[in-house]
């Protein structure tokens, strides 16, 4: 069974552009869940989505945002790029909403 | 979610085991205790979860004191291919809107040849 895929895995982008991720679950799993990793702030979680509604969200800025796909598939989006979102972004698929996580390679994101 | 309490950094040696703990001395009955572990620039890989009794699976063990203010997980036979940052987390296993992993620090596990 193919694992969870992100793509782009690479990005760089300018301050004040805006991005959009992608996220492919493993077949089957219907929660998706966004997590942004940095060195200072480690891993923290950005929002889930479950059957294409957003349950659940991180103490993050309006500028990030999600959707979920009828196909699970998700997206992530961030407005107004800033310095400080370069950071490994982190899509983890579950069957259930309390299953295990099975984490994507993530896209390492770079803002200049 | 109750907080974890890991070891920052530990060494083991290959082909022994490697015993990592984690003090969750604030877990309510209805968590449950779940490890990952994140080799460096990878995403997190999910190894065990457990409630209150001690499980295992085929890459570790998971062993839960009695009173669950603690876990032990194990990977009896570490490889150099171990070498991780291991997260120890304790997730609501039921109700609210809480259904996130909240990563600490995690501890550094250095296998050694």
């Known amino acids: 069974k193919a694992g969870v895929t992100q793509t782009p895995r690479y990005l760089i982008k300018t301050r004040g552009q805006q991005v959009t991720l992608s996220c492919s679950p493993i077949?089957?799993?219907?929660?998706v869940s966004w997590y942004q990793q940095t060195p200072g702030q480690g891993l923290q979680f950005l929002f889930e989505?479950?059957?294409?509604?957003?349950?659940n969200k991180g103490n993050f800025p309006g500028r990030f945002s999600g959707r979920q796909f009828s196909n699970s598939r998700s997206e992530m989006n961030v407005s107004t790029l800033e310095l400080g979102d370069s950071a490994l972004y982190l899509c983890?698929?579950?069957?259930?909403?309390?299953?295990?996580?099975?984490f994507g390679p993530g896209t390492r994101l770079t803002v200049t | 979610d109750a907080k974890t309490t890991q070891p920052t950094s530990m060494d083991c040696a290959e082909g022994r085991a490697a015993n990592l703990p984690c003090n969750h001395s604030?877990?309510?009955?209805?968590?449950?205790v779940y490890w990952y572990r994140q080799i460096h620039s990878q995403g997190p890989q999910y190894i065990i979860h457990?409630?209150?009794n001690n499980e295992t699976n085929e890459m570790a063990s998971l062993i839960i004191t009695e009173d669950r203010k603690s876990s032990t997980l194990i990977l009896p036979h570490a490889t150099l291919r171990d070498t991780a940052v291991y997260y120890c987390?304790?997730?609501?296993?039921?109700?609210?809107?809480?259904?996130?992993?909240?990563f600490g620090k995690g501890t550094l596990l250095t296998v050694n040849p």
């Open positions: 457990g409630l209150k």
């Open positions: 983890a698929s579950s069957l259930t909403r309390l299953g295990e996580q099975y």
């Open positions: 987390i304790v997730r609501v296993d039921s109700g609210g809107s809480n259904y996130k992993l909240t």
């Open positions: 989505y479950f059957s294409e509604t957003q349950r």
């Open positions: 077949s089957g799993h219907r929660s």
């Open positions: 604030t877990i309510s009955g209805n968590e449950y």
